[in-house]
């Protein structure tokens, strides 16, 4: 049973920073391709960056390029979103998300539906 546990999340100042830890158990982390997804209420949860289970494939929504870095520790079985130049609309509820498909996951990083594992979301809040 695969486990995801998202911290940092929090309160903090438009322009400020974050950094998002997403701590995997009970699966083989370093075969996971992984995700951030965010959603805010009424709506359906929104891709935000990605990364292959090798590290050499990186994705970013256009919304937060430049401002926000995915990166992972296989040996810490550990993905990680740092967030800075953050906005009040950056305010959500953010997931972490793991797909077992190796084949199919570059082509399909964006969609929710590629991931097998969410964890329970950590909420981020921009003021303005």
């Known amino acids: 049973q695969v486990r995801l546990v998202e911290s940092g999340g929090g309160l903090v100042q438009a322009g400020g920073s974050l950094r998002l830890s997403c701590a995997a158990s009970?699966?083989?982390?370093?075969?996971?391709?992984m995700g951030w997804f965010r959603q805010v209420p009424g709506k359906e949860p929104y891709f935000v960056a990605g990364i292959s289970w090798t590290g050499s494939n990186i994705y970013y929504a256009d919304s937060v390029k430049g401002r926000f870095t995915i990166s992972r520790d296989n040996a810490e079985n550990t993905v990680y979103l740092q967030m800075n130049s953050l906005k009040p609309e950056d305010t959500a509820v953010y997931y972490c998300?793991?797909?077992?498909?190796?084949?199919?996951?570059?082509?399909?990083?964006?969609?929710?539906?590629?991931?097998?594992?969410w964890g329970q979301g950590t909420q981020v809040t921009v003021s303005s």
């Open positions: 998300a793991a797909d077992p498909d190796t084949t199919s996951y570059t082509r399909n990083y964006y969609k929710g539906n590629q991931y097998d594992y």
């Open positions: 009970g699966g083989a982390f370093g075969r996971f391709g």
